[in-house]
């Protein structure tokens, strides 16, 4: 059962990873409605950030880590969404549990500084069992740095992951 929740730890978390996102909170800025500038395909890495223990129990059924050991090459796509806000979603990524959909994630937008702030939060079903995450990034430059954090046990098991990278020129 444990190695169950293990796997799905790991496939939720590698959904997660990919999307998403840490920015420090404190400034908020602006709440843009014009977001034209965000939209497009960036082009990086995600890191995990877990501990060793829960990376050792992480196998699959042939006793192969799902948890990569370094960054994994990563594209996000951030699209048009309702006013103040965008959409974020993974391209061409796939899952290394199966039952795990990957579905655009909104955030609110707003501007300080000449950088945009994102940040919003969501929640993964598998088989019934519900996750929460919160993101949160910034885009300066035409970089981007999203970080999001996992809440399977709240405060005990909490992994995160970081994603940085360039938008794509078109």
């Keep these: 059962m444990m190695k169950k929740k293990i796997i799905i730890f790991v496939g939720v978390l590698a959904f997660v990873a990919l999307i998403a996102v840490i920015f420090y909170p404190g400034k908020k800025g602006e709440v843009v409605s014009d977001t034209i500038a ?41 699209k048009a969404g309702e006013a103040g806000k965008v959409s974020i979603e993974l391209v061409g990524f796939q899952m290394p549990v199966k039952g795990i959909e990957l579905k655009p994630v909104s955030c609110g937008v707003t501007q300080l500084d ?23 990034g910034k885009m300066k ?26 938008k794509k020129d078109n």
Aim: with cysteine; aromatic share 8%; net charge negative.
């Design 38 to 78: 965000l939209l497009g395909v960036y082009e990086g890495e995600a890191t995990l950030d877990i501990p060793e223990k829960i990376k050792s129990m992480a196998k699959d059924a042939e006793g192969n880590s799902l948890v990569p050991d370094g960054p994994m090459p990563c594209t996000v796509a951030i």
């Design 114 to 136: 000449g950088m945009y702030n994102l940040s919003g939060d969501g929640e993964i079903d598998y088989g019934g069992q519900k996750f929460s995450y919160s993101h949160s």
């Design 141 to 166: 430059d035409m970089e981007l740095e999203l970080n999001a954090t996992l809440v399977i046990i709240p405060f005990v098991i909490e992994p995160k992951v970081m994603f940085k990278g360039k």
